[in-house]
C-alpha cells in the first residue's frame, strides 16, 4: 500500500484520535487502515482511482459516532470537505454505507463500499476471535 498518498492524513489530529475510538469492537483507527489497505487492491480492479479512494478510506468513518448508519456517511463526507479534500473524496465517502445509505455514483464509490463491507467482515471476525483469546475484552477496556 502506498502511504505517501495518505500520509498527511495519518498525521491530522482527526485522524490520530481514531486511535482511542472503538468500532465494531475494534480501535476505529484499524478498521479505517484496512479499509485503505483494500481499496489499494480494489481500485485497480474496478478503474477507480487509487489516491481517491485512500483518501476517503481514511475518512470515511470520522466522527460516526454523531450519525447513524444512514447519515454517517454525510457527516464524513462533510468533515473530509472541510478538510480540503476535493469532491471525489466525499462523494465516495458519502456513498460507503450502500445499501443502507445512498447509491454509489463513482467507482470511487463503489470501491469504498465494497472495501468498507470486507473490513467489517473481518473487524467482527477478529472480535469473534479475540472473545475466546480474551483480546476483545482487553482492547475494550
Known sequence: MDHAVIADLLAHPRV????EHIHHSIPKHDHLMRVARYSYHLAPLLGADRRTVMRAAVLHDLDSRLGTLTTHGAIAARIAAELGE????????????????PRPTTREGWVLALADKMAS???????????????????RR
Open 86 to 101: 476535493p469532491e471525489e473524496v466525499s462523494l465516495a465517502i458519502i456513498s460507503h454505507m450502500y445499501p443502507l445509505g
Open 121 to 139: 467482515l473481518t473487524d467482527i471476525t477478529a472480535f469473534v476471535g479475540g472473545l475466546f483469546t480474551g483480546r476483545s475484552l482487553q482492547v
Open 16 to 19: 490520530v484520535e481514531t486511535r
